[in-house]
């Protein structure tokens, strides 16, 4: 998606939907401090690996994160410029009082120092660089609590 000075309202539209969940603000919050690779996100979060990859696609889709291939792994990487950018800044600074943020931050700080063959290839959790960080969200409205894709 290209960036303009003016957002159309579709674009507004998947912008915001795309920042509409927890998840999501912390994958934005966790990509302020460099490119992280799925695997580093995904430990970090403690999800499922096709939860954080549906997260970061939303985000792509957005806008609001570009990806780029190396080797075996993808990294993400938060944009930086243009309407999109600033929103996310926004969002972020907005939510940045959360503890839950603070956590992540600390948790990407040691999943850095994990070589990323060594994380990827092993398939580490949360627990083994820091931690828990997982999700808390409420049900959908019309869905239980077990039917709920967090």
Do not use: N
């Not at 430990?43 to 939303?58: M, P, Q, Y």
């Not at 291939?69 to 907005?94: C, E, F, M, N």
């Amino acid at each position: 998606m290209t960036h303009t000075t003016r957002a159309t309202l579709p674009i507004v539209i998947d912008a915001v939907k795309a920042l509409a969940h927890p998840g999501r603000l912390r994958i934005l919050a966790m990509l302020r401090t460099g490119d992280l690779c799925v695997c580093q996100v995904t430990a970090a979060l403690g999800l499922a690996a096709s939860t954080v990859s549906t997260h970061l696609g939303d985000l792509r889709r957005a806008g609001f994160v570009t990806e780029r291939k190396s080797s075996k792994w993808v990294h993400y990487h938060l944009v930086d410029d243009g309407p999109l950018a600033d929103l996310a800044s926004q969002a972020i600074r907005l939510a940045e009082a959360d503890d839950q943020l603070g956590e992540d931050v600390k948790a990407v700080r040691a999943l850095r120092k994990i070589p990323l063959a060594t994380l990827c290839g092993a398939g580490l959790g949360p627990t083994s660089a820091g931690p828990s960080t997982s999700v808390t969200t409420r049900p959908r409205r019309g869905l239980s609590a077990t039917r709920r894709r967090t």
